[in-house]
């Protein structure tokens, strides 16, 4: 059994090395995403809370609709604190999407609009989840998340396997035997870092598999039938307040905070507004709960409260911050870093230990075919 799981995990191991490489690397750098951006994008990412009180919301779309008639709302991510708005526009009669920077409390623009993948992080996060296939268009158009899907699950095979094989390393974890040959130098850190890095591991591959099976399974399955819809003007009525809208959600659900507006985008769907509670749950994300207002008479529709659904709900919405890291603040996300960036280490020591065998084994058959011809001669 164990002889066919370090098959299996070595050959698993060499067929995905170079795209794990690449998830490993930009997973790492993408758990300081909002830290990096606010080093390159200073003057768009943050701003200097002037006023206690954000502008009313009405009064940002209707500057942001001014600024950019070519373009129609398409959502719009709402900050309180000392990081500016990001609003997501849609290029009128396309699927194209852009986002700039605004100052929520000036009404300020800080950034021209650009796309989703415009910024070094952004690029980075598509580098991360679809290997930058998904804009070739001589290839089906979510090929990149497929492969990230499959890639995923080739580190959880590697991260099961890997438990499995060394579970009695446990026994001998931070012992090293440095004065040994290199091989077993590197087959001891190999295994120590396998084994501590493992858990963490595991979550981000089952993790990392949701989000792109989840992001495959709407693009492909639920709107398989439906041709795409290209907006060319709002789909909500005029006379819809914003303002109203984020007030009463703080009704509909005790402790409400809206953190993201989704405009309607297809001609049947609705208003809806994403926030946090406060909750005991420390991994509940900030988009956990959903307030839905209908597009033309802004009437409440429905309230989706997270503390009151299942457990497995609960579970999928924990994913968020488990496979970003900030659970914890700063310690989680050095932990998610460091141990994000194992694999880089695992697949250089992993293949160096692989090649090693290979040639000793190699060696072997040379030494028994000589042996072989002298005894035959």
């Known amino acids: 059994m164990r002889k066919t799981l370090f098959k299996i995990h070595s050959w698993v191991a060499l067929i995905a090395i170079i795209p794990l490489i690449v998830i490993s690397i930009t997973g790492s750098v993408l758990v300081f995403k909002s830290e990096i951006d606010g080093l390159l994008m200073p003057n768009s990412h943050f701003v200097v809370k002037t006023l206690p009180e954000r502008m009313p919301i009405d009064k940002l779309i209707t500057n942001t609709e001014n600024a950019y ?17 990001r609003v997501y526009l849609v290029k009128r009669g396309t699927e194209q999407w852009y986002k700039f920077h605004l100052n929520q409390y000036t009404g300020d623009i800080l950034s021209e609009p650009v796309g989703t993948s415009h910024y070094f992080t952004d690029w980075f996060l598509e580098l991360h989840y679809t290997f930058l296939l998904n804009d070739f268009s001589s290839l089906p158009g979510q090929t990149g998340t497929v492969l990230g899907f499959f890639f995923a699950l080739f580190l959880l095979v590697l991260g099961i396997t890997g438990l499995i094989i060394y579970r009695k390393f446990w026994q001998r974890l931070f012992s090293v035997r440095w004065r040994a040959t290199l091989q077993i130098v590197l087959s001891d850190i190999h295994k120590m870092t396998g084994v501590i890095g493992s858990p963490i591991i595991i979550i981000l591959a089952i993790t990392g598999g949701y989000f792109n099976g989840a992001v495959w399974y709407h693009e492909v399955i639920e709107h398989a039938e439906e041709e795409h819809f290209a907006l060319t003007k709002n789909l909500y009525s005029s006379d819809i307040s914003f303002q109203r809208i984020l007030d009463d959600s703080k009704k509909q659900i005790p402790t409400f905070n809206g953190t993201f507006l ?17 909750t005991a749950n420390p991994l509940a994300s900030e988009y956990a709960n959903t307030v839905t207002y209908n597009k033309l008479t802004g009437e409440h529709i429905a309230n989706w409260d997270i ?3 299942g457990a497995g709900w609960q579970v999928i919405d924990s994913f968020r911050k488990l496979h970003f890291g900030y659970f914890a603040g700063l310690i989680s996300k050095i932990l998610w870093c460091v141990i994000g960036l194992s694999p880089v280490w695992l697949a250089g020591t992993g293949f160096y230990l692989w090649f090693t065998r290979r040639k000793r084994k190699k060696q072997s058959q040379v030494n028994r075919s000589n042996k072989r011809g002298t005894v035959n001669a």
């Open 69 to 85: 008639p070519e373009y129609v709302i398409g959502s719009w991510e709402i900050f309180n604190g000392d990081t500016a708005d």
């Open 262 to 278: 989704v405009m309607p985008l297809q001609p049947d769907e609705n208003i809806t507004v994403f926030g946090e509670v406060s």
């Open 307 to 309: 503390r009151k659904v």
